[in-house]
Every structure is written in C-alpha cells, then in structure tokens.
C-alpha cells in the first residue's frame, strides 16, 4: 500500500458499495404553466378506452391495477401530479350556449377544464346590449319629453259657449266652484241677497302658451264681469203699494227699525207690535239694465216714511161738539174747518151731521206695550182715645205712631207713536206691608175755673 495514501481503520477491508441508480424523471414540468380553463391540445392525445376484460380477472391484473401503481410510484418519489378538483356546477342560462366538450372526474389523469360559456348574441351586438340600463333610461326620458309636448296642460273656460280664456289646470278647482265663485264676487259687488245667472260655467282641457294663462282670481273677476244677470231685491209695500226699492233685505229690516225708534223713548218696552198701517217686505226681481234707476237710498226711504202726511177726516157732529174745541182736538184751525165745509166759523153745528176736518198724522203709526211698576201706599188710619182724668188744655199724647202700608202694582200701557191710549191694565198688586193705625190720647177735663 503506498505511503501517501490515507486509509481507515475502521472502512478498512470493506467493499465499497455501487452507486444508486438514478432515474432520469423530469422533476418539473418544463414548458409553461397554463391555466386551467385553457385546454392544452398540443400534448393532448384522444383517449381510447380499452374493452372491459372478459371472464373472471383477478384484482391484481384489473384495469386500475397500473394506474395504481403509477400513482403510487409518482407518489414515492414525490412526482405525482396533484388532481385538480372538480368544478362546480354552473347554472345553465338562456343567452349561453350549452356545456360542450368531455367532462372529465378527479381520477383522470388528463383534466379538461370547462369551456367558457359563448354568449347568445354576437360580440359586436352584446357590446350594444349590454347598455341596455342606459338606454332604459334615455327611452323613458324621451317618453316623458313626449308626453309633455302633446298633454293637455290649461282649462279653456267657456261663458254661453264663447270662450273667455285659459286657466291652469286646478284640480282642487271644480266647474260648479267656479261658477258660484264669480256669481258670489257680483253679489258682493252689487251688494244683493241673491243674483240669478244666465248663462253656465264650461271647462274643457286644451292645450295653451303660458303668456295665454291667467290665474283663478282673475278668471273668477273676467267672468263675473261677463255674464247678464237679475238680482232679487226687497222692496216696501204700505198698504198695498210699492213705496221703496232696496237692495237687500238688511236695508229694508234697517228702514223699519229706524222708523220705529222714532216713537221708541222709554226703556220700560214690555212689547213692540208691528205698525198699525199693511207694512210688508217683499222679494222682488229686477234686470241689470235698469237696477240703478229702481233702486231707492236707505236715508232717504226714512225720511219718506217719517213725513206726516195730510189727511181729510169725516166726523160726526155729536152734543156739545164745537169749531173750536174740534180745532183744538184735531190740530187745525177755525177757518180751515170752514174754509172745508163752507161755513162760518160762528155757526151753529147741528147733532149728526158730518163735518170734514183736515188732520195732520203721521204715514206710519207704532204701536207699543209699556210696562210699569210702582209703589203704591195705604194712609194709615188714626184712632183717638179720650182720657177724662187729663185736661184737654194739654196737648195729645202719641201712643202708637203706627206706619202707612205698601202695595206693589204693574201696569200695562198701551201707546200709539208715543201717546198713550185707552186706561192702563193692571197686571199685577200685591201688598208688601200693612198699614197700622195711629193711635193717640186726648184729655176730656175742663179745669176748675172754667167750671166755675
């Protein structure tokens, strides 16, 4: 053995064992890796499927038998090829074509991932389709432009079948509210009870410019102004003939109270009667052509109606009936009573004969109750008592002063324009306090010198 050799006591007469084999197996795959839903058909070979055996085969010589040792074997040396798993299933849509190509399990060796779906329409169409949100959306806004150039948007208002113009549309705004609208605003301006119309109110749906539009209020006053009515006014009837012609009835209510209260001074009215004369308000109709020529002032319908007026009066001549005591009673004068019968004012006036009298007497005569309440006192009665054992030199001694009594009476009494006429009625009497009598004593004793 040469020197410069080292050895090992230990190794030393052991044969050295042969290399381990080695197995050229590719460690990686050495083209590129693709993704699994690419199919790599180039390496790809069409699969043949082999015949089932026939007979009874044994286990070992089964046609997974080789697949599983090829498996194991990769297995062992750390080559075998992880399985890709399955993929789930894809829900089959209508603008997708259906799955196509093998479908293959986990156990296969060669996996095909699934194709990519195909869309239903074209690629140069569904580009377009896709968009389909924002052309919903510029169709609707289109629609609606539409919809707002051909729509009704104004009330076209109609008088008697001629047009008075255009309102925008109110819905909270009826046909029959504006009519009484406008019929209420002339009422108010004439200042009637009522105003009867001729003509009707139509609305019809029409399309307008918006400098042709005119508000509510505007088209209430236009039509109002517009149509040819009669008013209902309240007229004076005395006696039977019309005297006075007034708007309303209020006026007409105003007139009688104000005539009224000329004969009305005391506070103590019980009760106010109607006027002794026909006085009636009437509801007449009367045309707007001629309502200012009809109607009457209120003022000046007063001052009428409170003007006395001259009357002639036929009385009968009854005894001790004089020219001068008729005048007096009459308020007239000597000479007009003759002057009216053509006689004398010293002639002799004979019993039943008739004498005509000119009287000045008020147009309208008020009739009212009065009611009145007073005291009325009871004088006390005095009763006197002689004494014989006092002097009647002296003066009387009062004894019991006593009181007068009280009665509480109301009477009803009847005026016409203030004058009172017939006895007042007694209504009511009753005695509040007695009277008591007044007693005082009298001495009856002449003195001894006067009786001497």
Known sequence: MPKDKQTNSENEGLQQLPKPIQLNLPSSRSKPARRLHEPDIKNQAPRQEKPPPRGNVPKSHSATSGKRYFDSAQKAYGQRRQRTPKAPKQKR?????????????????????????????????????????????????????????????????????????????????????????????????????????????????????????TTSHDMIRLISQNFTYRIMASAIYLEGERVATLRNEAEAIHVKNEVMARFINDDTILELSAFEEDFQIRRIEINADNMNENMDNPNEVIHF????????HNHVIRSGDTQGALAAYFNTTVNMIGYLNDIASDAILTVGNILRIEITRPRLTVRTVDEIEFIERIPREIETINNPDKLSTLPYEVINEGRDGEIRVIQRITRLNGVQVGVPEETYRRELTTAVTRVIEVGTLESAIQTR
């Open 305 to 312: 109606l409170e003007r006395p007026i001259q009357d002639i």
């Open 93 to 213: 849509r209508w603008w997708y074509h259906p799955q196509t190509g093998p479908i293959l399990g986990q156990g296969d060796r060669l996996y095909t991932p699934p194709q990519p779906k195909q869309p239903f329409f074209p690629p140069h169409i569904w580009r377009v389709v896709r968009l389909w949100p924002l052309m919903i959306i510029g169709l609707a806004i289109v629609v609606m432009g539409m919809i707002n150039v051909f729509s009704y948007n104004a009330w076209a208002v109609y008088l008697g079948g001629e047009l008075i113009g255009h309102m925008s549309i109110n819905r909270e705004i009826e046909q029959e509210s504006i009519h009484y609208d406008a019929v209420r605003h002339r009422r108010d301006i004439l200042g009637a009870d009522e105003v009867l119309v001729n003509e009707t109110v139509e609305i019809r749906t029409v399309r307008a410019g918006r400098r042709e539009l």
